[in-house]
């Protein structure tokens, strides 16, 4: 599939309000709109509050992470604990367990391997 580019600012407007209606409803803010595919990687905007994840989960594959409005912990297997604020970015490694806690409302755009259908 060739390249896909949608516009940035209306995505971002839209994962904001559709993670600010979940969170106003008590829920968690676990949206994800699909930005653009490159090769075999998958480019998307998506919103976190809370914790994405209640235990470490191993990632598949590198992945990107690069936080657009807010902030973020990322926890890995030894303990430690990486603060990102906006305009920061990591990459988390394949093969390699983390937990993603969002302690507010936050965009993130998140690069990752693309599933092979």
Request: with cysteine; charged share 20%; proline share 2%.
């Amino acid at each position: 599939m060739g390249l896909r580019v949608t516009d940035v600012e209306r995505l971002k407007t839209k994962v904001r309000k559709l993670g600010a209606g979940r969170v106003l409803a008590g829920d968690s803010a676990d949206v994800c709109l699909e930005l653009a595919q490159l090769d075999a990687c998958r480019a998307s905007i998506a919103a976190g509050y809370g914790s994405l994840s209640q235990a470490l989960q191993v990632m598949a594959g590198d992945r990107l992470l690069w936080i657009l409005d807010g902030f973020a912990q990322v926890h890995d297997a030894t303990g430690q604990v990486t603060h990102l604020s906006q305009g920061e970015s990591t990459v988390l490694a394949g093969g390699t367990a983390y937990r993603l806690v969002f302690p507010q409302l936050t965009l993130y755009l998140l690069v990752e391997p693309r599933e092979q259908a």
